[in-house]
C-alpha cells in the first residue's frame, strides 16, 4: 500500500518508476509464493528488502529537497 501512495504522490519520474517497478516485482513474487518458499533465497530476499526501504523512505526524501529547496 505504500509503495501505491508513493507511486501516485511523487512528482520525480525516477522515484515513479522505482515504485512501479517494485509493485510489478512484488505482484509477481505474490505468483510465485503460490508454489515455492521465494524469501529462502537470499538473492531474491536481500534486493527485495532493500527496494522496500527505499521505497519506504521516497516520501522522507522528497519532503527533505522540498525543505532545503526553500
Given at each position: 500500500?505504500?509503495?501505491?501512495?508513493?507511486?501516485?504522490?511523487?512528482?520525480?519520474?525516477?522515484?515513479?518508476?522505482?515504485?512501479?517497478?517494485?509493485?510489478?516485482?512484488?505482484?509477481?513474487?505474490l505468483?510465485?509464493?503460490?508454489?515455492?518458499?521465494?524469501?529462502?533465497?537470499?538473492?531474491?530476499?536481500?534486493?527485495?528488502?532493500?527496494?522496500?526501504?527505499?521505497?519506504?523512505?521516497?516520501?522522507?526524501?522528497?519532503?527533505?529537497?522540498?525543505?532545503?529547496?526553500?
Amino acid at each position: 500500500m505504500n509503495a501505491l501512495h508513493t507511486y501516485r504522490g511523487t512528482a520525480d519520474s525516477l522515484f515513479s518508476g522505482l515504485s512501479l517497478g517494485y509493485l510489478a516485482g512484488f505482484t509477481a513474487m505474490l505468483a510465485h509464493c503460490i508454489g515455492t518458499n521465494t524469501f529462502i533465497i537470499v538473492r531474491i530476499m536481500e534486493p527485495f528488502w532493500f527496494l522496500t526501504a527505499m521505497i519506504i523512505m521516497i516520501p522522507e526524501i522528497e519532503a527533505e529537497a522540498k525543505r532545503v529547496a526553500i
